[in-house]
């Protein structure tokens, strides 16, 4: 038990020293999925007054969309480990004007909110460095009665199919920590949580062998920070190399990619 109390800890003060040092260019490495956001907002239309919370919100890309959309509507409180992360959402929230947010430096697993305040929680890209449990039962703590929880994540199989999981050596072995959705579905049952919808986007993307390469070199997914320094070497060579093999133009290369959105309701 303490060694795996151990390991949780290791962990998680490596990822949060990866996301601290990307937090400054982590909007310009990823790609920004609107898809499930319209699919949120239109469950949302017609509400008044509504709070909720982005937990993992990294540098606010998918929160602000929701304040962008709802103005003084709605209220975010703006949730993450990491205070690089937070720092960059605040200086971009301040940029772009947006006021109806607070941010919260806090753990999924223990969020720092009160009991039965929130219509919604979000978790985009994140569900997979909580422990799920603990995060369910927080959710379960903080929302209304009639609150609800959107997880939007990749599954294990839709990480594997990716162009990441198909060219990039190791990229899906390594990828351990990423969940099926029945895993996910029995967490919630053991909640005591219902699901309510899932709902799967598929993504036709394109994009240039320098602009992919740019992105690994960066860790853009935070797999990649988890290999050695040298296997990663060797493997970005092959990745390139896999690309030109299985890829004739290397400015327009073409790939789908899927992830989940699960609803949840208390
Ligand atoms: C892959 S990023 C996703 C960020 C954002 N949701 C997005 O999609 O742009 C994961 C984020 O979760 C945060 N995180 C990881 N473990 C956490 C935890 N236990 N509690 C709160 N935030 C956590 C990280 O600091 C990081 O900002």
Same mark, same amino acid.
């Given at each position: 038990? =303490?060694?795996?109390?151990?390991?949780?800890?290791?962990?998680?003060? *490596?990822?949060?020293?990866?996301?601290?040092?990307?937090? *400054?260019?982590?909007?310009?490495?990823?790609?920004?999925?609107?898809?499930?956001?319209?699919?949120?907002?239109?469950?949302?239309?017609?509400?008044?007054?509504?709070?909720?919370?982005?937990?993992?919100?990294?540098?606010?890309?998918?929160?602000?969309?929701?304040?962008? #959309?709802?103005?003084?509507?709605?209220?975010?409180?703006?949730?993450?480990?990491?205070?690089?992360?937070?720092?960059?959402?605040?200086? #971009?929230?301040?940029?772009?004007?947006?006021?109806?947010?607070?941010?919260?430096?806090?753990?999924?697993?223990?969020?720092?909110?009160?009991?039965?305040?929130?219509?919604?929680?979000?978790?985009?890209?994140?569900?997979?460095?909580?422990?799920?449990?603990?995060?369910?039962?927080?959710?379960?703590?903080?929302?209304?009665?009639?609150?609800?929880?959107?997880?939007?994540?990749? =599954?294990?199989?839709?990480?594997?199919? *990716?162009?990441?999981?198909?060219?990039?050596? =190791?990229?899906?072995?390594?990828?351990?920590?990423?969940?099926?959705?029945?895993?996910?579905?029995?967490?919630?049952?053991?909640?005591?949580?219902?699901?309510?919808?899932?709902?799967?986007?598929?993504?036709?993307?394109?994009?240039?062998?320098?602009?992919?390469?740019?992105?690994?070199?960066?860790?853009?997914?935070?797999?990649?920070?988890?290999?050695?320094?040298?296997?990663?070497?060797?493997?970005?060579?092959?990745?390139?190399?896999?690309?030109?093999?299985?890829?004739?133009?290397?400015?327009?290369?073409?790939?789908?990619?899927?992830?989940?959105?699960?609803?949840?309701?208390?």
């Amino acid at each position: 038990m =303490l060694n795996t109390k151990n390991e949780i800890n290791k962990n998680k003060q *490596s990822m949060n020293y990866h996301f601290s040092s990307i937090a *400054s260019k982590y909007r310009s490495i990823r790609t920004l999925d609107l898809e499930p956001v319209l699919y949120i907002k239109n469950q949302m239309n017609g509400k008044t007054k509504i709070n909720m919370a982005d937990v993992g919100c990294g540098d606010g890309r998918y929160s602000k969309e929701f304040l962008k #959309y709802f103005g003084d509507k709605c209220f975010m409180h703006c949730i993450d480990y990491n205070e690089n992360m937070l720092k960059s959402l605040e200086n #971009y929230f301040t940029e772009q004007n947006i006021t109806n947010f607070c941010t919260r430096q806090g753990d999924a697993n223990r969020l720092p909110i009160d009991n039965d305040s929130l219509d919604y929680i979000f978790t985009f890209n994140a569900i997979h460095h909580f422990e799920v449990p603990k995060f369910l039962s927080e959710s379960l703590r903080t929302l209304k009665d009639d609150g609800h929880l959107f997880i939007y994540t990749r =599954l294990r199989n839709q990480n594997s199919r *990716s162009i990441w999981g198909t060219q990039f050596p =190791l990229f899906a072995e390594i990828e351990t920590r990423l969940y099926e959705f029945d895993e996910l579905k029995q967490y919630i049952q053991e909640a005591d949580m219902e699901i309510h919808s899932t709902r799967v986007f598929g993504y036709h993307r394109t994009s240039s062998l320098s602009r992919l390469v740019t992105q690994a070199k960066n860790n853009h997914y935070s797999t990649l920070a988890l290999y050695d320094k040298e296997t990663f070497k060797e493997s970005l060579v092959t990745f390139q190399q896999n690309i030109k093999d299985n890829f004739d133009d290397l400015e327009q290369i073409k790939w789908t990619d899927e992830n989940i959105l699960i609803e949840i309701r208390k």
